[in-house]
């Protein structure tokens, strides 16, 4: 029932699904309620689409970046949270790496700098309907690829949530008790409610954040004034993760 709910919720917070029932709102409405339903569709969309607004909120949410001289000189493992590859996306004969996809690379360039010995990639499919092969898979493909050995890659591949990464890494970890000290990778805006995740069933990774949605303040026209298609993306994001924190955070999950 949660994991529908989720979905429920990927719909109903999405900007864009609010501007469309702004618009139709005022297309059956009659004057001045016209007019009013018109400027909050016209408020919505000069907020939505300003890069700089949006920015500023993903820059208050987002977990900042993490110096490599901020972390341990080496920790047993990285966790390697999914949710960057497309397992829909036919043909079936390669990855598909969405955007976030700096999670993988963030977390080989750990096991390549010697700060990590193994990399655990947890995380199974988020449809609806089950998938013929799951995003764990994925990515230890692609490690494998990039000369990470088998002996290297662990993998969970039934989680199908933040809470259940967190609660079947456990799991895995019973079976691997070497395994002690641990870095946690995932995209930047998911950093806060992944490490509470974590933090609740009793494991004490450091944060490393990834695959950032912000950037750096620019002080340009084109940044302050202009409007642009890719923060209301980002706005859709940021509204979901927000969402999903708190309903975690009532639920006691993290």
Not at 9 to 36: E, F, M
Not at 96 to 115: P, V
Not at 132 to 153: C, K, Y
Request: aromatic content about 8%; proline content about 7%.
């Amino acid at each position: 029932m949660f994991f529908l709910l989720s979905k429920f919720l990927d719909v109903v917070l999405l900007p864009t699904v609010w501007l469309l029932a702004l618009l139709l709102a005022a297309l059956l409405a009659r004057q001045p309620r016209q007019r009013q339903w018109l400027l909050a569709a016209l408020v919505l969309l000069l907020v939505g689409t300003n890069t700089a607004l949006v920015n500023e909120a993903l820059l208050a949410w987002e977990r900042p970046p993490v110096p490599l001289s901020a972390l341990p000189s080496r920790s047993d493992a990285a966790v390697l949270l999914t949710g960057i590859t497309e397992v829909d996306k036919s043909p079936h004969d390669r990855v598909y790496l969405q955007h976030g996809a700096d999670r993988l690379t963030n977390a080989l360039w750990l096991y390549r700098a010697g700060r990590v010995r193994v990399i655990i990639i947890s995380g199974g499919s988020g449809a609806v309907l089950e998938k013929a092969h799951t995003e764990a898979a994925d990515l230890a493909t692609l490690l494998r690829l990039a000369g990470v050995p088998n002996r290297a890659i662990l993998v969970e591949d039934q989680s199908r949530n933040t809470r259940e990464n967190a609660s079947f890494t456990k799991r895995l970890l019973a079976a691997h008790p070497d395994i002690k000290s641990l870095v946690l990778v995932t995209s930047a805006f998911h950093e806060r409610r992944a490490l509470g995740c974590f933090e609740k069933v009793g494991l004490r990774p450091v944060p490393f954040p990834a695959g950032f949605l912000s950037e750096d303040r620019r002080p340009t026209p084109d940044f302050w004034l202009l409007p642009s298609p890719e923060p209301l993306k980002n706005l859709s994001i940021l509204l979901h993760e927000i969402a999903g924190w708190l309903t975690y955070k009532l639920l006691g999950y993290c």
